[in-house]
Nanobody
Framework: HGQLVESGGGSVQAGGSLRLSCGVS????????IGWFRQASEKEREGVAA????????YYSDSVKGRFAISQDNTKTTVYLQMNNLKPEDTALYYC??????????????????????WGQGTQVTVS
């Protein structure tokens, strides 16, 4: 059984930057896409970025395109979300999630659609 652990959240002023990290362990190549999601208070969870760990193709929602960048380290054990020019509307609990579960909830991020069934606990980002 794998594990996803987010870190790097915090409070920042509008226009600032944060980098989130997602530690990925225990997943084989079948769980080959990692996505970043966020859920603001009283709103539905939305996908903001995804990366295919094998092809390194990346996908972004329109709300973050040009401001956020998803990447992975060489060992494919950490996925990053670099967030620049942050806005108050980016305030949310941010999660990373992995594909590969037969019963994962389906999300589409920038034209990439898949079921994400493995989730971390989340890290809070607050922009004021």
């Amino acid at each position: 059984h794998g594990q996803l652990v987010e870190s790097g959240g915090g409070s920042v002023q509008a226009g600032g930057s944060l980098r989130l990290s997602c530690g990925v362990s225990g997943y084989g190549n079948s769980r080959n896409c990692i996505g970043w999601f966020r859920q603001a208070s009283e709103k539905e969870r939305e996908g903001v970025a995804a990366i295919n760990l094998l092809s390194t193709n990346t996908y972004y929602s329109d709300s973050v395109k040009g401001r956020f960048a998803i990447s992975q380290d060489n060992t494919k054990t950490t996925v990053y979300l670099q967030m620049n020019n942050l806005k108050p509307e980016d305030t949310a609990l941010y999660y990373c999630a992995a594909t590969g579960s037969a019963d994962g909830q389906r999300y589409c991020i920038g034209g990439f659609c898949s079921g994400f069934g493995y989730w971390g606990q989340g890290t809070q980002v607050t922009v004021s």
